[in-house]
Nanobody, 127 residues
Framework: QVQLVESGGGLVQAGGSLRLSCAAS????????MGWFRQAPGKEREFVTY????????YYGDSVKGRFTISRDNAKNTVYLQMNSLKPEDTAVYYC????????????????????WGQGTQVTVSS
């Protein structure tokens, strides 16, 4: 089992920045690829970004490219999501997730390919 706890969400004005953290415990963190997803009210859970276990591979959703950056610190069992130039449409609950197995883009984008999920943290961007 892997337990994931997100933090860092909150209320920010458009154009501002937030940094989310996801702390992992349980099994060896470096064995897992990590993803961030988000879900706005009435919408499907959406892929945001992904980092492979070593940090060598990252993917971003089109809506966040150039604004968001994912990183991980395996020594601290933590993955981060730096969000800059935030927009009202970024408002959502943000979830981190852990994935074992092969590191492929197809699996990275597929929320059903993740093994463990955090409880989520709310991000609200005001206009």
């Amino acid at each position: 089992q892997v337990q994931l706890v997100e933090s860092g969400g909150g209320l920010v004005q458009a154009g501002g920045s937030l940094r989310l953290s996801c702390a992992a415990s349980g099994r060896t963190f470096s064995n897992y690829h990590m993803g961030w997803f988000r879900q706005a009210p009435g919408k499907e859970r959406e892929f945001v970004t992904y980092v492979s276990w070593s940090g060598a591979n990252t993917y971003y959703g089109d809506s966040v490219k150039g604004r968001f950056t994912i990183s991980r610190d395996n020594a601290k069992n933590t993955v981060y999501l730096q969000m800059n130039s935030l927009k009202p449409e970024d408002t959502a609950v943000y979830y981190c997730a852990a994935q074992s197995g092969r590191a492929t883009m197809m699996r990275a984008l597929n929320r059903y390919a993740y093994d463990y999920w955090g409880q989520g943290t709310q991000v609200t961007v005001s206009s």
